[in-house]
T-cell receptor, first 109, second 114 residues
Framework: AQSVTQLGSHVSVSEGALVLLRCNYS??????LFWYVQYPNQGLQLLLK??????LVKGINGFEAEFKKSETSFHLTKPSAHMSDAAEYFC???????FGKGTRLSVIA | NAGVTQTPKFQVLKTGQSMTLQCAQD?????MSWYRQDPGMGLRLIHY???????DQGEVPNGYNVSRSTTEDFPLRLLSAAPSQTSVYFC?????????????FGPGTRLTVL
């Protein structure tokens, strides 16, 4: 069965600092990987997806993620955090889509 | 397009009551699914469907029934609600054509079982 593990249930960064949210996957077949964001009291919005076309994937709002098969990782990064990035972030592997437990990102002014 | 719609937005039930959470999509997506979200647990897959008449179980199917009689609708039934089913429920859909595409999520239904 496919699964993902998100390291750190809560990450706090200063505004302007690097954002790094970690995700490791387990899959017996080449995976499709996703990052979703959830703002308070809202549904989920797709940030980016990896479908084997390129290992470095760029998404919305300045986020990107790199697929590393040797490390079974798909970490999410953003060079400079903004206050509006505060949200919960979910890594997921498909198919069917299975989510990690999420990482809550706080951005400190 | 309205996308994925869910009704109701909020619901309070007593233990043992039954109810149906409605989900509809107007994008002609073959694939639809139901998740529940609990604090610290992420989203867990309850049931999914790859087309009308076809359903399958996810990670946490116990206590829930589904059916898919049309492409547009995928209702989730709780036959006898329990406090452990207090959660936020999300419905999602995606197309099965052209490779693995993103899932579109509804706004959620917040269910409380007393």
């Amino acid at each position: 069965a496919q699964s993902v593990t998100q390291l750190g249930s809560h990450v706090s960064v200063s505004e302007g600092a690097l954002v790094l949210l970690r995700c490791n996957y387990s899959s017996s077949v080449p995976p499709y990987l996703f990052w979703y964001v959830q703002y308070p009291n809202q549904g989920l919005q797709l940030l980016l997806k990896y479908t084997s076309a390129a290992t470095l994937v760029k998404g919305i709002n300045g986020f990107e993620a790199e697929f590393k098969k040797s490390e079974t990782s798909f970490h999410l990064t953003k060079p400079s955090a903004h206050m509006s990035d505060a949200a919960e972030y979910f890594c997921a592997v498909s198919d069917p889509l299975v989510f990690g437990k999420g990482t809550r990102l706080s951005v400190i002014a | 397009n309205a996308g994925v719609t869910q009704t109701p937005k909020f619901q309070v039930l007593k233990t043992g009551q039954s109810m149906t959470l409605q989900c509809a999509q107007d994008m002609n997506h073959e694939y639809m699914s139901w998740y529940r979200q609990d604090p610290g647990m992420g989203l867990r897959l309850i049931h999914y469907s790859v087309g009308a008449g076809i359903t399958d179980q996810g990670e946490v199917p116990n206590g829930y029934n589904v059916s898919r009689s049309t492409t547009e609708d995928f209702p989730l039934r709780l036959l006898s609600a329990a406090p452990s089913q207090t959660s936020v429920y999300f419905c999602a859909s995606r197309s099965l054509a052209g490779g693995l595409d993103e899932q579109f999520f509804g706004p959620g239904t917040r269910l409380t079982v007393l």
